[in-house]
T-cell receptor, first 112, second 111 residues
Framework: KAGVTQTPRYLIKTRGQQVTLSCSPISGHRSVSWYQQTPGQGLQFLFEYFSETQRNKGNFPGRFSGRQFSNSRSEMNVSTLELGDSALYLC???????????FGQGTRLTVV | GQQVMQIPQYQHVQEGEDFTTYCNSS?????IQWYKQRPGGHPVFLIQ?????EVKKQKRLTFQFGEAKKNSSLHITATQTTDVGTYFCAGGSGSARQLTFGSGTQLTVLP
């Protein structure tokens, strides 16, 4: 069974640009969550999608958005990039509530 | 909203010493999960605790869930260099689907 796939793995963008990251969950998993990880900040929750609907949202500005498609694949978008958006963005899929989360390898975004 | 605090943030131990990380939630949890992230890697699920006072062991790792289901701990006996990484706890609440992660404890094991 294939794991969670995130693309691209690495990305370099310029301040002010926008970026779209993609996440393909494990087959059969309908819940997809996104996290931002920076050194010393742990895993900051961005949002969670289930059945194409955003169920929860973390404390991030409106520049961060996402969506989920009917096949459960998810994308997150960051507009008007800032230097502070440089981070590892992790996606995790779950089969259901109170089940383990399976993480992808992450997308490392560098904003210059 | 739900907050999960984890201490210590960093821990350096000599190989063979024991290690413990603690997790505290601001609210009662329905379950707690533990993850390990190796340097350069992604978090990998270790275990889930559901019952009040539950204790589970995985070889040298012992996981506990508090009686009030608001705190948890992970204890590693006789650390090895393979234990290096960041350990995260993640709390789940019954009604919300969201997992709230602690800030993690970065473990360094000195040979």
């Amino acid at each position: 069974k294939a794991g969670v796939t995130q693309t691209p793995r690495y990305l370099i963008k310029t301040r002010g640009q926008q970026v779209t990251l993609s996440c393909s969950p494990i087959s059969g998993h309908r819940s997809v969550s996104w996290y931002q990880q920076t050194p010393g900040q742990g895993l900051q929750f961005l949002f969670e999608y289930f059945s194409e609907t955003q169920r929860n949202k973390g404390n991030f500005p409106g520049r961060f958005s996402g969506r989920q498609f009917s096949n459960s694949r998810s994308e997150m978008n960051v507009s008007t990039l800032e230097l502070g958006d440089s981070a590892l963005y992790l996606c995790a899929s779950r089969q259901g509530r109170n089940t383990e989360a399976f993480f992808g390898q992450g997308t490392r975004l560098t904003v210059v | 909203g739900q907050q999960v605090m984890q201490i210590p943030q960093y821990q350096h131990v000599q190989e063979g010493e024991d290690f413990t990380t603690y997790c505290n939630s601001s609210t009662t949890l329905s379950n707690i999960q533990w993850y390990k992230q190796r340097p350069g890697g992604h978090p990998v699920f270790l275990i889930q605790l559901v019952k009040s006072g539950e204790v589970k062991k995985q070889k040298r790792l012992t996981f506990q869930f508090g009686e009030a289901k608001k705190n948890s701990s992970l204890h590693i006996t006789a650390t090895q260099t393979t234990d290096v990484g960041t350990y995260f706890c993640a709390g789940g609440s019954g009604s919300a689907r969201q997992l709230t992660f602690g800030s993690g404890t970065q473990l360094t094991v000195l040979p």
